[in-house]
């Protein structure tokens, strides 16, 4: 039903930034939940920020609050995660999440890989 593709990850240096985008092809992008996730080798994926279906309500891990702000444009049907202050412990690979009880959606995103050097 939708599909999910991220691009924006890199290498970067500590302190830089980064924005991570995750387009969706899907009809009913505006009635999904979306939210952001991260998985660093040999660890479970943890959840890093998620924002409502009209983006006026969002919520953050306590790790990344006043660093990383995630937005929506539903017209271009995507979500955006704004990375400030990057640390090495960032460094993870980075999925996109889409969510509707509604319509029964729950998919991920291929994951983009954001390397954080010292």
């Known amino acids: 039903q939708v599909q999910l593709a991220e691009s924006g990850g890199g290498l970067v240096q500590t302190g830089d930034s980064l924005r991570l985008s995750c387009a969706a092809s899907?009809?009913?992008?505006?009635?999904?939940?979306m939210s952001w996730f991260r998985q660093a080798p040999g660890k479970e994926r943890d959840f890093v920020a998620a924002?409502?279906?009209?983006?006026?309500?969002?919520h953050y891990a306590d790790s990344v609050k006043g660093r990383f702000t995630i937005s929506r444009d539903n017209a271009k049907n995507t979500v955006y995660l704004q990375m400030n202050s990057l640390k090495p412990d960032d460094t993870a690979v980075y999925f996109c999440?889409?969510?509707?009880?509604?319509?029964?959606?729950?998919?991920w995103g291929q994951g983009t890989q954001v390397s954080v050097s010292s």
């Open positions: 999440h889409a969510q509707s009880v509604l319509h029964r959606i729950d998919v």
């Open positions: 899907a009809r009913s992008f505006s009635s999904y939940a």
């Open positions: 924002i409502s279906v009209s983006g006026s309500n969002t």
